[in-house]
C-alpha cells in the first residue's frame, strides 16, 4: 500500500521551457503533498507544502512564480517549472501523506536536464 | 545547531553484522519519527517509523527512541550488500507539517 506514482521520470529539454511534472498518490487520499529538490550528493531540499485545494506553502528561497504547485484534489498534484534554465537541473521528488503524524511516501522522482 | 542531526559516514561493516545508525534532534516537541533509506539516484523509500519511546522491531530492523534524550537510532541486523545505501533520519516536529531530514548516514555493507 501506499504508493506515490511520479511522472515523467525524465525530462531534457531546451532553456525557456516550462515543464510539468505529475504526483499521484495511487491508494490513499493525500491530504497534504510535498515537493523536494535534489542535487548530486546533496540533502533533500523542500521546497513546498500544499494542502488539496489551498495554496502552496513556499519555503525561504523557493520562487512560487518559478515553480507552480497546484493540488487541485486528494490523489494529485502537480509542479510546473516555468521558463527553466540549466541551473533548474535537478532531481525532484514528490511526498504524499494521507494525514498528521504518519509517514510521508515518496515517489520515484523526476530527473530534470534543461540544456 | 541543526535540526536533525547524523553522522554523514560511510559507517561501514561487514556483512552479517549489525549496522548502527544514530539521530539527534533539537524540537523537544517533535511527536514522529521515520527512517528512510536512499539508495544512489533513487528518491527515499520508508523503512521504519517510530512514535513512542522504547524499540520496534520489524524483520532485521529494530528503531529505537529515547525523547528524554531526544535520540532516534537504527539498528540492521544481519546486514547484507543491498542494505548499502544511505539512511535519512525524518522528524516531525510540534506544529509542522513537513518532516525535517537529516542529512542521511552513508552505509557500506563489505561482502
Known amino acids: 500500500g501506499a504508493v506515490v506514482s511520479q511522472h515523467p521520470s525524465w525530462v531534457i529539454c531546451k532553456s525557456g521551457t516550462s515543464v510539468k511534472i505529475e504526483c499521484r498518490s495511487l491508494?490513499?487520499?493525500?491530504?497534504?503533498m510535498f515537493w523536494y529538490r535534489q542535487f548530486p550528493k546533496q540533502s533533500l531540499m523542500l521546497m513546498a507544502t500544499?494542502?488539496?485545494?489551498?495554496?502552496?506553502?513556499?519555503e525561504q528561497g523557493v520562487e512560487k512564480d518559478k515553480f507552480l504547485i497546484n493540488h487541485a484534489s486528494l490523489t494529485l498534484s502537480t509542479l510546473t517549472v516555468t521558463s527553466a534554465h540549466p541551473e533548474d537541473s535537478s532531481f525532484y521528488i514528490c511526498?504524499?501523506?494521507?494525514?498528521?503524524?504518519?509517514?510521508?511516501?515518496f515517489g520515484d522522482g523526476t530527473r530534470l536536464s534543461i540544456l | 545547531q541543526k535540526e536533525v542531526e547524523q553522522n554523514s559516514g560511510p559507517l561501514s561493516v561487514p556483512e552479517g553484522a549489525i549496522a548502527s545508525l544514530n539521530c539527534t534532534y533539537s524540537?523537544?516537541?517533535?511527536?514522529?519519527f521515520f527512517w528512510y533509506r536512499q539508495y544512489s539516484g533513487k528518491s527515499p523509500e520508508l523503512i521504519m517509523f517510530?512514535?513512542?519511546?522504547g524499540d520496534k522491531e520489524d524483520g532485521r530492523f529494530t528503531a529505537q527512541l529515547n525523547k528524554a534524550s531526544q535520540y532516534v537510532s537504527l539498528l540492521i541486523r544481519d546486514s547484507q550488500p543491498s542494505d548499502s545505501a544511505t539512511y535519512l533520519c525524518?522528524?516531525?516536529?510540534?506544529?509542522?507539517?513537513?518532516?525535517?531530514f537529516g542529512s542521511g548516514t552513508r552505509l557500506q555493507v563489505q561482502p
Open positions: 511526498s504524499a501523506r494521507h494525514q498528521g503524524n504518519q509517514p510521508q511516501h
Open positions: 491508494d490513499f487520499q493525500a491530504t497534504t
Open positions: 500544499s494542502n488539496e485545494g489551498s495554496k502552496a506553502t513556499y
Open positions: 524540537d523537544r516537541g517533535s511527536q514522529s
Open positions: 517510530i512514535y513512542s519511546n
Open positions: 525524518a522528524v516531525k516536529g510540534a506544529g509542522r507539517r513537513a518532516l525535517t
